[in-house]
T-cell receptor, first 116, second 117 residues
Framework: AQKVTQAQTEISVVEKEDVTLDCVYETRDTTYYLFWYKQPPSGELVFLIRRNSFDEQNEISGRYSWNFQKSTSSFNFTITASQVVDSAVYFCALSEAIGTASKLTFGTGTRLQVTL | NAGVMQNPRHLVRRRGQEARLRCSPMKGHSHVYWYRQLPEEGLKFMVYLQKENIIDESGMPKERFSAEFPKEGPSILRIQQVVRGDSAAYFC???????????????FGEGSRLTVL
């Protein structure tokens, strides 16, 4: 069965600090996708990144970066120079095949609080 | 997540009433997924539908919950005889191409928040 663990329930940082959100996953599939979503206080889900299991290159997008390590089944997310607007709940998710489509298994989320 | 429309955004029901949540997928999308987010928890898969077909309903509670995606019109998640434990945010997502292709992506709506009094 698929499982996604986000061990950090809540993190508080001061603005401009760097912060890393951890994500560890379990799957028996050899082909899968990993995702990160942001859920701000307004409640919608904002897609951040999708990474397939064959691409272990780290990715950087502005202040965001992702470290995918298949050997440790981890897909960690780092925010550099955090800002108050980064305050949100962040979810890591893993796709599972349903025939030829897929469904997502979400972690329980990490609540990030960035203060001035 | 632009384009997946869910309504109502907020719904209040008393115990025993019925709740109907609607989801219009993005234009051109034929795959719809429903997820439930209980307070302070992550999202849990409920059901995956294609037009007129339920493909996977492994996450649906066995009783009182049903979903459909008719040939015409939005997908409907129906909860009969609601109880307080049904209070949650219900998210709909849609996709076009199969997710294993390079263009496949899941787009989420803004959610419908059900409160059962």
């Amino acid at each position: 069965a698929q499982k996604v663990t986000q061990a950090q329930t809540e993190i508080s940082v001061v603005e401009k600090e760097d912060v890393t959100l951890d994500c560890v996953y379990e799957t028996r599939d050899t082909t899968y996708y990993l995702f990160w979503y942001k859920q701000p206080p307004s409640g919608e889900l904002v897609f951040l990144i999708r990474r397939n299991s064959f691409d272990e290159q780290n990715e950087i997008s502005g202040r965001y970066s992702w470290n995918f390590q298949k050997s440790t089944s981890s897909f960690n997310f780092t925010i550099t120079a955090s800002q108050v607007v980064d305050s949100a709940v962040y979810f890591c998710a893993l796709s599972e095949a349903i025939g030829t489509a897929s469904k997502l298994t979400f972690g329980t989320g990490t609540r990030l609080q960035v203060t001035l | 997540n632009a384009g997946v429309m869910q309504n109502p955004r907020h719904l209040v029901r008393r115990r025993g009433q019925e709740a109907r949540l609607r989801c219009s997928p993005m234009k051109g999308h034929s795959h719809v997924y429903w997820y439930r987010q209980l307070p302070e928890e992550g999202l849990k898969f409920m059901v995956y539908l294609q037009k007129e077909n339920i493909i996977d309903e492994s996450g649906m509670p066995k009783e009182r919950f049903s979903a459909e995606f008719p040939k015409e019109g939005p997908s409907i998640l129906r909860i009969q005889q609601v109880v307080r434990g049904d209070s949650a945010a219900y998210f709909c997502a849609s996709s076009a191409a199969l997710p294993w292709t390079s263009s496949g992506e899941l787009f989420f709506g803004e959610g419908s928040r059900l409160t059962v009094l």
